[in-house]
């Protein structure tokens, strides 16, 4: 018989058991002592039929003895069945070692429970469905695992492989443009055409498809909720929204905090992602410098407004995308304090560049004084540096930095590896109760000397918020 031939002969017989085990439930599963009597003979066949195309033997220590089968538990815990003896156990036959399967279901899987309440594994990227758990190819002794390393070259949904985010709760603000522009998304089946791109949108793509209710904080509605079909039309069941929240005006920031209460939702995960760079010279209803207000004192309005419900919800994470380029600029006066008249110049001292720097800069002091703040209630804050000059929107007031980006696009990160350090600092389990840190490619890093200064951190606070309470009645403080 041909090698292909066995290939064959094992197939036919596998899915022939597949078609009628899915037939039968006869007893469910509720110790290792039990099994399921139903597909005994079934499995018999498989066996056969491995052994039949010469495919049974092999030299691995893991490999069963004949008569004995893996299967695995609903929460993953694998055991033995002997058939000979009828007979199931916790321990592998051979080794003696218990296993687990490795992390949750891969991207794209859902376990779901049949008309006859046996368990059912359905993989939506290639539209299929069976009863074999796929996490039996991930299977780890019983030991604590590291964590895995993660660099510049990772993608966001590498670091949400397995991971089942249903039970959090992500608000994103400018998740439709952000540090990016426009998406335009075409799909044929299960090919993904991009052709512009945007972190923001990136990183509520992520959580969206592993399960989380995203929330995007959008200052344009109809590109926003352009986004929110996108992402359902890859996934039906991904839970996204768009509400509107308008970072230059702290009117619209208070608004949007108010309507997000009444959903009375938990808040786990808080991304202050948006931003302008190479704006025109512009002040804001509130009279301040657009770069200023909308990179940073809108996150800090925003955070000051939902404070509450990210401590209701703790465990919690704020996430502040910041840039390297906080390194190029300083926010003191000569007296050692943060001087309003930098942060928000008038347009004769208004260079749009350094105005970029020293928001970002404000980024990292924002988030280690948020996290000094915030900790003991169980909510810690982290920021970080995306990627550099990947090729978004952001860029778009002014054509010399249009051209330098689109000269550097084939050297830099993709959008879904610019998205993968703020997906890294929102789940890592290593990170949790950790913040006031600063990372770059996944890695921590340590930002300015400035940045790292708890004076600077304090007084930009005490700035924000007379700023904020000058333009505002009855803002809790922190």
């Excluded at 998740?175 to 990016?180: D, E, L, T, V, Y």
């Amino acid at each position: 018989m041909q090698f292909g031939s066995r290939h064959r002969v094992v197939a036919e017989v596998l899915e022939d058991r597949r078609v009628r085990v899915s037939a039968l439930s006869d007893i469910c599963i509720h110790s290792p002592e039990q099994i399921f009597l139903s597909d005994f003979h079934h499995s018999l066949e498989a066996m056969a039929a491995l052994k039949y195309a010469g495919m049974d033997d092999t030299d691995s220590e893991d490999e069963l003895p004949p008569g004995w089968e893996e299967r695995s538990t609903k929460d993953g815990w694998v055991y033995y069945a002997n058939h000979d003896e009828m007979k199931t156990q916790w321990e592998h036959p051979k080794t003696g070692k218990k296993k687990r399967c490795a992390g949750d279901l891969p991207y794209g899987w859902e376990q779901e429970t049949d008309e006859k309440g046996q368990i059912i594994y359905i993989d939506h990227i290639n539209k299929r469905s069976t009863y074999f758990d796929p996490r039996h190819a991930f299977t780890v002794e019983d030991v604590v695992v590291k964590p895995k390393r993660y660099d510049g070259n990772t993608a966001a949904l590498e670091i949400l492989q397995g991971r089942d985010l249903s039970d959090k709760v992500v608000l994103i603000t400018g998740g439709n443009a952000g540090i990016g522009g426009d998406m335009v998304l075409r799909y044929n089946r299960r090919v993904l055409a991009k052709t512009l791109s945007t972190h923001g949108f990136e990183t509520a793509r992520s959580f969206a498809l592993h399960g989380a209710h995203v929330i995007l904080a959008c200052r344009n509605l109809t590109r926003a909720n352009k986004a929110v079909s996108l992402i359902q039309e890859e996934w039906h069941k991904a839970r996204v929204e768009a509400m509107m929240c308008n970072l230059a005006s702290l009117r619209s920031v208070r608004e949007f905090a108010e309507s997000f209460k009444a959903m009375k939702l938990p808040l786990h995960i808080l991304v202050c992602n948006a931003a302008v760079c190479t704006q025109p010279y512009m002040l804001t209803e509130d009279n301040l410098e657009s770069t200023f207000q909308i990179c940073h004192l809108g996150h800090f309005l925003l955070v000051q407004c939902l404070q509450d419900v990210l401590r209701r919800s703790a465990p919690a994470r704020v996430v502040v995308v910041s840039s390297e380029s906080h390194r190029f600029t300083d926010l003191l006066d000569s007296c050692g304090k943060v001087d309003l008249a930098l942060l928000s110049p008038s347009k004769k001292d208004y260079w749009s560049m350094l105005a970029y720097n020293r928001a970002k800069l404000c980024n990292i002091l924002f988030s280690n004084e948020l996290h000094r703040r915030l900790s003991p209630y169980g909510v810690t804050s982290n920021a970080l540096h995306p990627g550099n000059m990947m090729y978004t929107s952001i860029h778009r007031s002014w054509w010399l930095m249009t051209f330098l980006f689109t000269l550097a696009r084939p050297f830099t990160k993709s959008m879904q590896q610019g998205a993968a350090t703020t997906v890294y600092c929102a789940v890592a389990p290593e990170l949790e109760g950790l913040g006031g840190m600063y990372f770059n490619n996944c890695f921590r890093c340590q930002p300015s000397a400035q940045a790292q200064d708890p004076s600077s951190a304090a007084s930009l606070w005490e700035l924000s918020e007379r700023l904020v309470a000058e333009r505002s009645v009855g803002i809790q403080a922190l």
